[in-house]
């Protein structure tokens, strides 16, 4: 098959190196795609402003209140193509057991870079043309 024993050795020198290659190139790849993305937990006292993310992070927006009133925080708007709705819970606040206080807690993930705005209303969820108790808002400001 081989005329000589010197156009093995280079036959073998090649596929010996793109194996090299291309196990750098795996190894480059799998750590990009298994870097850790931050957790970002936001409170009330981020109302307005804006928070910077980068692409997976992940956002936990913690909003408290009260489902005796009737009143409940709604996901009013958030831009689907950028940010991605993981969850909603609801749990009885550990820091007032004795009182009525409950957190809305959201997650999202950053999918996309750019600006993008995720909006609550507080309000009686059947009151669908009444204004809203209180507002939350945060603007996402997503890079790579």
């Given at each position: 098959m081989f005329q000589n024993k010197q156009n093995f050795n280079r036959l073998f020198q090649r596929i010996l190196l793109i194996l090299i290659l291309l196990s750098v190139v795996l190894t480059i790849n799998s750590c990009a795609l298994f870097t850790e993305?931050?957790?970002?937990?936001?409170?009330?006292?981020?109302?307005?402003k804006t928070i910077k993310a980068e692409v997976g992070d992940t956002i936990t927006v913690n909003l408290a209140g009260n489902p005796e009133t009737g009143c409940a925080w709604i996901l009013k708007k958030y831009d689907e193509k950028k940010i991605k709705f993981l969850s909603v819970q609801y749990k009885k606040s550990k820091s007032e057991p004795n009182k009525s206080q409950w957190q809305w807690i959201s997650r999202f993930k950053v999918i996309k870079t750019g600006e993008s705005k995720?909006?609550?209303?507080?309000?009686?969820?059947?009151?669908?043309n009444k204004q809203s108790f209180e507002n939350y808002y945060i603007i996402i400001s997503a890079k790579k």
């Open positions: 993305s931050r957790r970002i937990n936001l409170a009330g006292e981020s109302n307005g995720i909006e609550f209303v507080y309000k009686h969820p059947w009151e669908e």
